[in-house]
C-alpha cells in the first residue's frame, strides 16, 4: 500500500513539472508545443509501450467488446478538451494556480463519485472520516494555493509577452481561471476509467501482461481518441495563426526534443507510474491515489515555481499555508493506507 502511495505521489510530480521547459521555448508556438507534445504523450508512447508489453493487443480489444472499447473512446474525446483547457491556462496563469484550481475540482469529482459508488460503507466509521478529513485538506490547500497565485501582478512566464499584447494581465488571468475550472472538471475521466473500466487491466493480465503495464491497455483506445479531439483545436489555430510554418523554422529539431522530452515524462513517470500505483492499493487505488497524485502535483510545481523566483512577499506567504494544507492532506492519505491494509 505504502508502495503505491509513493507511486502515485511520484506521478504526480511528473504529471505538473514535465510541463517546465514551456517557459524556455515560448517562441515556439503553443499550438506547436502541444501537438508535438500529444503526438508522443498519447499516441507514440501508449501504442509502442502496449506492443511491447501486452501480448494479443488486438485480440485484447476484441475480447474487451465494442460497447466498452467506444465507451471508453467517447471519455477520450472529452478528456481531449480537457487537455487542451489546461494547456491554454498553463500559459496565462503558470503551473501552481492551474494545478491548484483544476485538481481541486478534480479531487472532489475524481475520488468521490468512485468512493461513493464503490465503496459507500467505507463511509461510516474512521476510515471514512479519515478519507474525508484527507480530501478536505487536499481541497483547502490547492484554493488556497490557487488564491497565492491570483494574489501575483507579474505576467505569466510561460506565454511569450509578444503574444500578451492587447490584454491586460486582469484579462489573461482571468480566462485562465475559467480554462483551469474547465480543465478540472474534465480531468478525473483517466479516473474514471481506470476506477470503472477495470476490465481492461484484468484482461491485460490474463493476456501475459505485468500489473506494471496493466493499466496501458485502458490508456491506448483513451488517449487516441484525446488526440484526435485536440487535434481538431490545433488544426484550427494553424490556419488561424499561420504558425505551421514554424516547423520549418531555424531552431525547430531544439523545440521537438523540448516537447518529446515533456512527453516522456508525462507518460512514463505520470501515467505509468499512476497505473502501476493502483495495484498496491487493491480497490482504493482510484480513491486514495488521485487526492495524493493531485496534491502530491500542486505541492511540487508551487516549490519549483518559487525556486524560479515566480513567487515573493504576500503571494509566498499565502502560499505557505496552502503548502502546509497539502501536506497535512499527504500525510492524512498515508494514515489512510495504513487503515486499509489493516481492514484488507
Known amino acids: 500500500m505504502f508502495i503505491g502511495l509513493l507511486l502515485a505521489i511520484v506521478s504526480g510530480i511528473c504529471f505538473s513539472n514535465c510541463f517546465i521547459p514551456v517557459r524556455h521555448i515560448k517562441k515556439f508556438a503553443w499550438e506547436n508545443i502541444w501537438f508535438i507534445f500529444s503526438l508522443f504523450g498519447v499516441v507514440i508512447f501508449p501504442i509502442l509501450v502496449g506492443g511491447l508489453t501486452i501480448p494479443s493487443m488486438l485480440g485484447l480489444y476484441r475480447e474487451i467488446g465494442w460497447r466498452m472499447n467506444l465507451l471508453v473512446i467517447a471519455a477520450g474525446l472529452l478528456g481531449g478538451a480537457g487537455a487542451v483547457m489546461y494547456g491554454l491556462s498553463l500559459v496565462r496563469i503558470g503551473m501552481a494556480q492551474v494545478n491548484g484550481l483544476g485538481n481541486g475540482i478534480s479531487v472532489v469529482v475524481g475520488a468521490f463519485v468512485p468512493l461513493i459508488i464503490q465503496h459507500r460503507e467505507a463511509m461510516r466509521g474512521r476510515l471514512g472520516l479519515s478519507l474525508l478529513l484527507g480530501a478536505m485538506f487536499g481541497v483547502l490547500g490547492v484554493v488556497i494555493c490557487a488564491l497565492a497565485a491570483s494574489q501575483r501582478d507579474q505576467e505569466s512566464a510561460y506565454m511569450d509577452p509578444e503574444q500578451q499584447k492587447g490584454h491586460s494581465h486582469a484579462h489573461t488571468a482571468f480566462v485562465g481561471v475559467l480554462l483551469a475550472v474547465g480543465y478540472g472538471l474534465t480531468a478525473s475521466i483517466m479516473n474514471f476509467g481506470l476506477a470503472f473500466a477495470d476490465d481492461y487491466m484484468k484482461l491485460a493480465r490474463t493476456h501475459g501482461t505485468s500489473e506494471v503495464f496493466a493499466a496501458n491497455a485502458f490508456y491506448i483506445p483513451m488517449c487516441f481518441a484525446n488526440f484526435l479531439s485536440s487535434s481538431l483545436y490545433y ?45 498496491w492499493m487493491k480497490s482504493y487505488g482510484p480513491v486514495v491515489g488521485w487526492p495524493v497524485c493531485l496534491t502530491a502535483s500542486t505541492l511540487s510545481c508551487a516549490v519549483v515555481e518559487y525556486c524560479y523566483g515566480d513567487w515573493k512577499g504576500r503571494p509566498l506567504r499565502t502560499l505557505s499555508f496552502g503548502l502546509v494544507a497539502l501536506s497535512t492532506s499527504i500525510a492524512v492519505f498515508g494514515y489512510v493506507s495504513w487503515l486499509i491494509q489493516i481492514i484488507a
Open 235 to 279: 488544426g484550427y489555430l494553424w490556419k488561424k495563426n499561420g504558425t505551421l510554418a514554424q516547423f520549418r523554422g531555424p531552431k525547430v529539431l531544439r523545440y521537438w526534443l523540448w516537447c518529446t522530452l515533456i512527453a516522456a515524462i508525462w507518460f512514463f513517470g505520470g501515467m505509468i507510474l499512476y497505473g502501476w500505483a493502483m495495484p
